[in-house]
T-cell receptor, first 116, second 114 residues
Framework: DTGVSQDPRHKITKRGQNVTFRCDPI?????LYWYRQTLGQGPEFLTY????????KSRLLSDRFSAERPKGSFSTLEIQRTEQGDSAMYLC??????????????FGPGTRLTVT | DQQVKQNSPSLSVQEGRISILNCDYT??????FLWYKKYPAEGPTFLIS?????DKNEDGRFTVFLNKSAKHLSLHIVPSQPGDSAVYFC?????????????FGQGTELSVKP
């Protein structure tokens, strides 16, 4: 299977702990996006990378959140000092942006975070 | 502010009939629109898209219509099948000079009854 993969699928953590999620995009895709989805809402944009450069961050991404894509392949999203409000589904998506193509983003299965 | 709105949280349709899901947007800069389907515990799956230079795009049972003057798009599924039961999200983006981040609506849960 060559789709987007995310690890772990589920994470339960205690308030105040740090967590890190990983995303492996479709191999030839140059853009990688992180979104967050809470119950009853659509996904909300957090940040995106073109290759290894982080080009945009949402104001939803507080200073407790950091994302990296060190070699332009996989990406990690770290949340420090987790709060109960961080409980959500964290989704990763990738796309191949070239010319006028590659506008469709393909999503992974998500990581469900529960902060107790 | 909610730039993309799906005002119907749920829709129930009989198998074989047409399902029509609606979406409204406020940002006239959006130039690309997409529909995604989502099953529980899975990520959204891309269904169909349309550029703002078109008013219709068709792919098998799925057709998306765009009315730019009304800032409205709709997804038609004909004929509807029980396997189409899922949450459907519309999304919009500005591709011209931005990264193409997607702005999603709240979703409409479609139930197709046999």
């Amino acid at each position: 299977d060559t789709g987007v993969s995310q690890d772990p699928r589920h994470k339960i953590t205690k308030r105040g702990q740090n967590v890190t999620f990983r995303c492996d995009p479709i191999s030839e895709h140059n853009r990688l996006y992180w979104y967050r989805q809470t119950l009853g809402q659509g996904p909300e944009f957090l940040t995106y990378f073109q290759n290894e450069a982080q080009l945009e961050k949402s104001r939803l991404l507080s200073d407790r959140f950091s994302a990296e894509r060190p070699k332009g392949s996989f990406s990690t999203l770290e949340i420090q000092r987790t709060e109960q409000g961080d409980s959500a589904m964290y989704l990763c998506a990738s796309s191949l942006r070239s010319g006028t193509g590659g506008r469709e983003q393909y999503f992974g299965p998500g990581t469900r975070l529960t902060v107790t | 502010d909610q730039q993309v709105k799906q005002n119907s949280p749920s829709l129930s349709v009989q198998e074989g009939r047409i399902s029509i899901l609606n979406c409204d947007y406020t940002n006239s800069m959006f130039d690309y629109f997409l529909w995604y389907k989502k099953y529980p515990a899975e990520g959204p799956t891309f269904l169909i898209s349309i550029s703002s230079i078109k008013d219709k795009n068709e792919d098998g049972r799925f057709t998306v219509f765009l009315n730019k003057s009304a800032k409205h798009l709709s997804l038609h599924i004909v004929p509807s099948q029980p396997g189409d039961s899922a949450v459907y999200f519309c999304a919009a983006s500005v591709m011209r000079n931005q990264g193409g981040k997607l702005i999603f609506g709240q979703g409409t849960e479609l139930s197709v009854k046999p």
